[in-house]
């Protein structure tokens, strides 16, 4: 005799094979746990990574933003730039003392001739030699050095002429001074014959700050 069918039913006899009936589940018999579904934390991570490209983004663009050249260039590309091309610090006459890092520096003079040097050493001109008179006072607390390669003549137009290194009884080659003292000496500047001078630029070689600019009477 067959197992009586939920529904009140009897199976139906005669085939191949006997009907299955509905059984019992066994005691203590529990239904298998169901798989989670993963695509809803998948679909939360990439929005999560998509938010923190944006960020990044917008942080990229501001960054980028606050360096842009309009906000700066407050400063003149030339100030500040090697071969004495930043704003002058102080402007005085031939004969007036003016200051320049830890110097204090007066043009006495300037003359012309063809050739320069001592009794022992005699240079001829390319040109003509602009013999510059200085007179240098170290005014700050330490001993330095101030050398001539920080003299130059300059022209109406702009053209700049550098001083010439001499060995010469007179010259200020790399001249060591103690704070408190002063020395005199010439600077020796080749120029092309003719040439007339506007002013003279002196350079602290030891500091960044704009020359002292002696203007011609």
């Known amino acids: 005799m067959y197992p009586q069918d939920p529904s009140g039913q009897e199976p139906q006899q005669g085939g191949p094979y006997p009907s299955q009936g509905w ?15 993963a695509w809803p934390w998948v ?7 998509a938010l923190l490209v944006l960020v990044l983004g917008v942080a990229c663009v ?17 100030e500040g730039s090697e071969g004495g091309t930043g704003e002058a610090e102080e402007t005085v006459g031939m004969g007036e003392p003016g200051t320049v890092g830890q110097w204090e520096v007066t043009v006495d003079d300037i003359e012309t001739s063809t050739t320069y040097g001592d009794e022992f050493s005699t240079e001829e001109a390319q040109g003509e030699f602009k013999l510059v008179s ?52 010439t600077a020796v500047v080749d120029v092309p014959e003719g040439t007339e001078i506007d ?15 002696i203007e011609m009477p």
């Open 23 to 37: 059984q019992q589940p066994p005691q203590g018999w529990q239904q298998p746990p169901q798989k989670r579904k």
């Open 43 to 49: 679909l939360l991570g990439c929005g999560v990574s």
């Open 62 to 78: 501001a960054v980028v933003s606050s360096g842009s050249p309009e906000e700066t260039s407050g400063a003149d590309p030339g």
């Open 134 to 185: 200085l007179t240098v006072e170290n005014i700050g607390e330490e001993a330095t050095t101030f050398d001539e390669s920080g003299v130059y003549l300059i022209e109406d137009d702009g053209n700049r002429h550098s001083s010439t290194t001499t060995l010469a009884e007179d010259s200020l080659f790399l001249e060591q001074i103690n704070p408190g003292n002063e020395v005199s000496g």
């Open 199 to 213: 002013s003279v630029e002196i350079e602290d070689i030891g500091s960044l700050e704009g020359p002292l600019v």
